[in-house]
């Protein structure tokens, strides 16, 4: 389903510090298949809440931020067995964490 395009798009709005874009991007994806449980489709949500969490920091709201970061870390439980199908998880993964360290260090 992630496509490389997707992935550069994420990680591109990442390092530009546009988080909002960044969930955007991974929610176009998501949403018409959100009813599906499946790890990957658990995973992207994590991953759009991760972004949420960014954004809620970025604009001076970081009190809020931790319920969407838990979110991301519940379902972060899914990255191995969705990344070994596709690695690109793994890249958008680090990347998450990165900016995670700038914020929590």
């Known amino acids: 389903m992630l496509t490389r395009?997707?992935?550069?798009?994420?990680?591109?709005?990442?390092?530009?510090?546009?988080y909002y874009d960044a969930h955007e991007a991974l929610e176009a994806l998501w949403f018409p298949i959100r009813?599906?449980?499946?790890?990957?489709?658990?995973?992207?949500?994590?991953l759009i809440n991760a972004s949420v969490s960014f954004e809620l920091h970025k604009r001076g709201r970081p009190h809020k931020a931790p319920g969407p970061w838990r979110v991301y870390l519940k379902y972060r439980e899914y990255l191995s067995r969705v990344g070994e199908r596709n690695p690109l998880y793994f890249e958008l993964d680090e990347a998450v964490h990165a900016i995670e360290r700038s914020f929590y260090v």
Not at 7 to 13: I, K, V
């Open 5 to 18: 395009g997707d992935a550069d798009t994420f990680l591109a709005c990442l390092r530009e510090e546009r």
């Open 35 to 46: 009813f599906e449980k499946t790890p990957e489709v658990l995973l992207l949500k994590g």
